[in-house]
């Protein structure tokens, strides 16, 4: 499975971005999706996941009702949409799947990864 996300970039504090991930994979909507991040001097952390179906989402307590996680398996994509950012929000975001098992925050849960992309929140 290779992941690759998208959409990062500079905005300002209370804007919106919307990251997307594109997966080359025949059986996408056998995986859960998640969105991790990591902060400058910090460890990678969660930030949301889907599950196969999408029905079910699943958030970090701190983007909880800003930010949005949603999947589109006819297109093999995951996408992750941030309102209301904030200045510690700034990290770079990956995407992560995994083939076993249900939701889960944890990093090590998840078999494979994208490369990440940078969003830069600006007070």
């Known amino acids: 499975v290779q992941l690759q996300a998208s959409g990062g970039g ?6 919106s971005l919307r990251l997307s991930c594109a997966a080359s ?7 859960v999706l998640g969105w991790f991040r990591q ?11 889907i599950d196969w179906s ?3 989402t699943y958030y970090a307590d701190s ?3 800003r930010f949005t996680i949603s999947r589109d398996n006819a297109k093999n994509a995951v996408y992750l949409q941030m309102d209301s950012l ?3 929000d700034t990290a770079v975001y990956y995407c992560a799947s995994k083939s076993i098992g249900g939701i ?3 990093v090590y849960d998840y078999d494979y990864w994208g490369q990440g992309t940078l969003v830069t929140v600006s007070s």
Request: glycine share 14%; proline share 6%.
């Open 10 to 15: 500079l905005v300002q504090a209370g804007g």
């Open 25 to 31: 994979v025949s059986t996408f909507n056998n995986y």
């Open 39 to 49: 902060r400058p001097g910090k460890e990678r952390e969660f930030v949301a996941a």
């Open 54 to 56: 999408g029905r079910h």
């Open 63 to 65: 983007v909880k009702g």
């Open 86 to 88: 904030k200045p510690e």
């Open 104 to 106: 889960s925050r944890t």
